[in-house]
């Protein structure tokens, strides 16, 4: 049995998530946990590395989760061994960055093959152009279906696919963000749960109700007029959708750019601290 009477997180800065950290390590196969803290309204991001994927499913049920994100703002995110090297190797900035050396806190010594650690910037550089635009080249290639299901005149499609477009927009947003992806939410959930992370999301959807959004209900009633037959083209309506989706592409662009320009400056801090060490 693994003995953490003595681990300590002091850069957590909160007794509550340590004895959950304590109690993790000694009850699942944790290879590492990393911790970075960002200013407001940013989530800080809190990281467990575990052997298994059977272990993150369990443990993304916890109440805690949640509990923690709601009242110290900062995301829990579980990640398994191969799926965190894929995730590098195809370049994936949120990876990059919050899993580097320098944000570990834990790290289990018995596991030491398992163990993660970021490369150089400049090799790693070009896997993340590659992850970027690979993002814009599938982006491109479903605004161009919409181009010509609009020419064609089939409104209710155009909607339908404005929708996957949307959805693949915020699983962009949410990777960039949270490190995880909602694919079994519903639109409206995923932009709410968004929302918390990045506030502006709400001015380019406005709400019908507590649970609903303009544009997603909008969404529905072309699956619906579809399958009856019907058709809802209104101009206004193709304008708003793109109006959206147009700012979901722009946050995305803004957190690809922040997000390398923060992985850059570790990797120069790093880098100067090797040398300095060897002077």
Same mark, same amino acid.
């Given at each position: 049995?693994?003995?953490?009477?003595?681990?300590?997180?002091?850069?957590?800065?909160?007794?509550?998530?340590?004895?959950?950290?304590?109690?993790?390590?000694?009850?699942?196969?944790?290879?590492?946990?990393?911790?970075?803290?960002?200013?407001?309204?940013?989530?800080?991001?809190?990281?467990?590395?575990?052997?298994?994927?059977?272990?993150?499913?369990?443990?993304?049920?916890?109440?805690?989760?949640?509990?923690?994100?709601?009242?110290?703002?900062?995301?829990?995110?579980?990640?398994?061994?191969?799926?965190?090297?894929?995730?590098?190797?195809?370049?994936?900035?949120?990876?990059?960055?919050?899993?580097?050396?320098?944000?570990?806190?834990?790290?289990?010594?018995?596991?030491?093959?398992?163990?993660?650690?970021?490369?150089?910037?400049?090799? !790693?550089?070009?896997?993340? &152009?590659?992850? /970027? +635009?690979?993002?814009?080249?599938?982006? %491109?290639?479903?605004?161009?279906?919409? #181009?010509?299901?609009?020419?064609?005149?089939?409104?209710?499609?155009?909607?339908?696919?404005?929708?996957?477009?949307?959805?693949?927009?915020?699983?962009?947003?949410?990777?960039?963000?949270?490190?995880?992806?909602?694919?079994?939410?519903?639109?409206?959930?995923?932009?709410?749960?968004?929302?918390?992370?990045?506030?502006?999301?709400?001015?380019?959807?406005?709400?019908?109700?507590?649970?609903?959004?303009?544009?997603?209900?909008?969404?529905?009633?072309?699956?619906?007029?579809?399958?009856?037959?019907?058709?809802?083209?209104?101009?206004?309506? !193709?304008?708003?959708?793109? &109006?959206?989706? /147009? +700012?979901?592409?722009?946050?995305?662009? %803004?957190?690809?750019?922040?997000?390398? #320009?923060?992985?850059?400056?570790?990797?120069?801090?790093?880098?100067?601290?090797?040398?300095?060490?060897?002077?």
């Amino acid at each position: 049995m693994k003995t953490t009477a003595k681990l300590l997180f002091p850069k957590l800065q909160n007794e509550y998530i340590a004895n959950i950290l304590r109690q993790l390590v000694r009850q699942h196969t944790i290879v590492q946990i990393f911790f970075t803290r960002e200013p407001s309204p940013l989530f800080s991001q809190l990281i467990i590395h575990t052997e298994k994927n059977a272990s993150v499913q369990e443990l993304r049920q916890s109440k805690w989760v949640a509990k923690v994100k709601n009242q110290y703002q900062i995301n829990v995110c579980f990640v398994y061994s191969s799926k965190l090297h894929r995730q590098y190797a195809l370049g994936a900035p949120f990876t990059a960055f919050y899993c580097r050396p320098a944000a570990v806190i834990y790290q289990n010594e018995e596991l030491e093959e398992a163990v993660f650690s970021t490369g150089e910037w400049k090799k !790693y550089k070009r896997k993340l &152009n590659v992850y /970027q +635009n690979n993002f814009y080249h599938d982006h %491109e290639l479903q605004k161009w279906q919409i #181009k010509n299901l609009m020419a064609e005149g089939a409104s209710n499609s155009v909607f339908t696919s404005y929708a996957r477009l949307l959805e693949y927009d915020l699983q962009c947003l949410e990777e960039l963000y949270t490190g995880n992806t909602c694919n079994t939410l519903s639109l409206d959930e995923r932009i709410r749960n968004l929302t918390a992370c990045i506030p502006e999301i709400q001015k380019y959807f406005v709400r019908n109700n507590r649970n609903q959004y303009f544009l997603t209900a909008l969404f529905e009633k072309a699956k619906q007029a579809a399958s009856e037959g019907d058709a809802i083209y209104k101009d206004e309506m !193709y304008q708003a959708v793109e &109006n959206s989706e /147009q +700012n979901l592409l722009r946050l995305a662009t %803004e957190r690809f750019d922040e997000l390398k #320009k923060q992985i850059k400056k570790e990797s120069s801090k790093k880098h100067s601290m090797i040398k300095s060490k060897y002077k």
